[in-house]
């Protein structure tokens, strides 16, 4: 079977001045507000997995914990790390004009695909933290790119590209599974099938694979802890789980109703539209929808295909507007609609960034009616979680030092302070040494499989636990304090106590205390 390259199809040209322009907005946006909160809870986790670099962890693959190594190599502020998402958000943008512009794009698609990805709510607040999330939609859309390169130029051996940018997903983010999933049905249900002939695209799942292995031989030899993770959340009832409605309702919502037309535009575009061509990828966000809505997924799952739509949404409508007489060669349509992707802009950034001052932001995400609903069950508090996260931490250690330093001092050398998450354990080792505090110890997620490492104590400084469950390992229980944060979640609005006398060494009770909530 022949399998060289067909000769490429025209494609447009670049625009440089578009994409410097919207991706230097994107950038400037995230670097402008990337301290005005504090630390969230999982960015100060990533840094400890940082610090305990592995093939694996309890929850999550391992690259986050490449990427805070790196931010730790510059110094670990919160600069540094907001800005490497912000880095990555604005790839995002520049993936979406580089996809507009292989779609067969022009000048007006490439700007209106780059704003569109820029412009929507929920890119907006996944590229102002430091997390999983943000990196995610680069390798996903960089093996959309490589996917729509094979359908032009029918050259297989691009799948090699593909099962990179797969596996490096994959060691980014488990969910890219089902990504490389819903792209193999799609294979199956559209001409590309025609593909499965060919060993390039078995050599690039191959690929994927082998990049993968080492974190899957991480899971094995420590006995599957995301998936005991997993089952435990399904088992507790953790998350929130939607109806239809609302879950396509918190859809629309989180990329903006007036976006809308845009990634429906696309989707029908690739599904019946002039980019038919390209069917493959419309089926694959199909069964990528129907396979998130079936397992019940968190609304922002689903966030790293929509910059697919919305480049083919920008390039269907362009070619409407060149077609349609009362629109072709004028200037007046395609200014409106760069202008209401604007007006999306400018009223979803300040819900969706530390723009505005707590009590502020919430009367403005009042006022539109665009406050998040809860993710997980026992997130309360009086702002959204993503935001909510960003207080407390360093007030948390404050106090905790300065029970600490109350202590005498023979008997400092005895007490260890137990973080009961691993936000409070990543607080603690991020601000401690600052105070003179020892490493947090913490049995939550990958820091049980770190240890209480060489504790020999007796003592405990305890947080964020009751009474009872602390009693039942400890001789004695006092509380010595109550952290509050007015902006902080309720969950770490808790007592702090001191557990005197362990029953039995930490290294004996380390089992009994691990926990995947």
């Known amino acids: ?14 625009d440089g001045r578009i994409v410097a322009l919207i991706v230097g907005a994107k950038l400037l946006v995230h670097l402008a507000t990337c301290d005005r909160y504090g630390y969230f809870r999982d960015e100060l986790y990533f840094l400890d997995c940082a610090r305990n670099l592995a093939w694996g962890y309890a929850d999550h693959a391992p690259l986050i914990a490449v990427y805070g190594k790196v931010a730790l190599l510059l110094g670990g502020s919160l600069p540094v790390l907001r800005g490497i998402a912000g880095l990555a958000g604005a790839g995002l ?13 022009g000048r007006f698609a490439q700007a209106l695909a780059g704003l569109t990805v820029l412009a ?9 933290l430091f997390t999983m999330n943000v990196f995610e939609p680069l390798y996903w859309m960089g093996a959309v790119l490589v996917l729509v390169r094979i359908v032009k130029t029918q050259d297989s051996r691009l799948w090699l590209w593909w099962g990179l940018l797969v596996g490096l997903g994959l060691m980014n983010k488990h969910s890219t599974v089902f990504f490389g999933f819903s792209v193999v049905v799609a294979l199956a249900l559209s001409p590309e099938r025609r593909e499965f002939l060919r060993p390039w695209v078995w050599l690039g799942g191959t690929v994927a694979l082998l990049i993968f292995l080492p974190n899957v031989i991480w899971q094995v030899t420590h006995d599957w802890p995301t998936l005991e993770m997993l089952d435990r959340a399904r088992t507790t009832g953790r998350n929130v789980v939607l109806g239809p409605a609302a879950f396509v309702g918190q859809q629309v919502l989180a990329f903006h109703p007036l976006l809308l037309p845009v990634w429906l535009t696309g989707l029908a575009a690739l599904l019946f539209g002039r980019l038919k061509q390209f069917r493959v990828l419309g089926i694959a966000f199909a069964v990528f929808f129907a396979v998130m809505f079936a397992m019940k997924a968190k609304v922002y799952y689903l966030a790293p295909v929509y910059p697919l739509l919305f480049a083919a949404g920008a390039v269907a409508i362009e070619g409407h507007l060149e077609r349609w007489r009362w629109a072709r060669g004028r200037l007046l349509p395609r200014a409106l609609l760069v202008g209401l992707v604007v007006l999306v802009f400018a009223t979803s950034a300040p819900a969706m960034l530390p723009i505005l001052a707590p009590a502020q932001l919430i009367a403005y995400q009042e006022a539109l009616g665009v406050r998040a609903g809860k993710t997980e069950v026992r997130h309360v508090g009086p702002l959204e979680q993503r935001f909510g996260d960003q207080f407390g931490w360093e007030e948390l250690v404050a106090e905790v030092a300065a029970i600490y330093d109350a202590l005498p001092v023979e008997q400092r050398a005895r007490t260890g302070i137990f973080a009961s998450n691993y936000g409070e354990a990543g607080a603690l080792n991020l601000f401690g040494p600052k105070y003179g505090l020892p490493p947090s110890i913490c049995a939550h997620l990958s820091h049980y499989f770190w240890g209480p490492k060489d504790f020999q104590g007796d003592t405990l400084i305890w ?46 009770l380390w089992p009994t205390l691990k926990h995947y909530d």
């Not at 079977?1 to 447009?12: E, G, L, S």
């Not at 469950?469 to 006092?478: K, L, M, S």
């Open 93 to 105: 943008v520049m993936l979406a004009i580089v996809l507009a512009r292989e779609l067969g794009g």
């Open 1 to 14: 079977m022949n399998n060289r390259p067909a000769v490429d199809p025209f494609v447009p040209k670049l």
């Open 120 to 128: 929507a709510p929920m890119n907006l607040a996944i590229a102002s």
């Open 463 to 508: 947080l964020q636990w009751s009474r009872e469950g602390i009693a039942h390992h400890c001789q004695t229980v006092e509380e010595v304090g109550r952290h509050s944060h007015p902006w902080g979640m309720a969950e770490e609005n808790r007592s702090i106590y001191i557990c005197r006398g362990l029953k039995k060494p930490l290294s004996e």
